[in-house]
């Protein structure tokens, strides 16, 4: 008898011990949410956006990371510009840089987060170069928010030649392919719109109203 009982104690110190070791790996503090990501978060939840596009995300990053070079007291960074005809929307700029001066755009910045990035910066470069081809020609063009179409911007805004910049996720290879880096990788950057999305829907972060969504069928 005190053989058996000497066993039961052993199996159930074995999986007790099984338990807790299950326990410790699967811990909040295992799979904690990096300092970085809860920081961007902070920031972010109180700005409405339609997080549900996974691009949207990168951009509003990006726009963060360029406030540290361009600080906001000199200039305005926005993010989700259309430009086009009067009847027709031609592409859109993810990320501008408005000197507060004279409200000229200097820099713009396509924002590409994928996984496959030789193939983010071939199209991050159609759709700079398409721009370019674009302002060069004397058809009229129209340019506003992507979000607010109240929002208008003007041709004279963009007639300076602003800097044309390619930005990508945090990633070994993206220095090598793209000019800046939003200092996130692609896990933390879906991590983070998942937090952004969860206190959206559970009303505890503001959204953008569904007639302000943005449309975007056409871009990429």
Request: aromatic content about 10%; overall charge positive.
């Amino acid at each position: 008898m005190k053989t058996l009982a000497s066993s039961r104690v052993l199996y159930r110190g074995a999986f007790l011990f099984y338990f807790l070791t299950l326990l410790i790996s699967y811990s909040p503090q295992s799979q904690a949410t990096s300092q970085k990501v809860i920081d961007l978060f902070n920031i972010l939840k109180g700005h409405p956006q339609n997080y549900e596009v996974f691009g949207t995300v990168c951009e509003e990053v990006a726009r963060l990371r360029l406030y540290k070079e361009f600080p906001s007291s000199l200039y305005h960074i926005t993010t989700g510009i259309e430009y086009g005809t009067p009847t027709r929307v031609i592409g859109e700029l993810d990320v501008i840089i408005f000197r507060k001066s004279d409200k000229e755009a200097i820099l713009i910045g396509e924002v590409k987060c994928w996984k496959n990035l030789k193939s983010a910066r071939k199209k991050a470069n159609i759709q700079l170069t398409r721009f370019i081809n674009t302002i060069k020609k004397n058809t009229p063009l129209l340019f506003r928010d992507a979000t607010y179409k109240n929002h208008i911007f003007y041709r004279e805004q963009f007639d300076e030649h602003p800097d044309l910049i390619a930005v990508s996720q945090s990633d070994p290879g993206a220095p090598q392919l793209f000019d800046l880096t939003i200092g996130i990788d692609l896990a933390e950057a879906t991590e983070l719109r998942s937090l952004l999305l969860t206190c959206q829907q559970r009303g505890k972060c503001p959204t953008l109203n569904p007639a302000l969504r943005r449309a975007r069928s056409f871009r990429d």
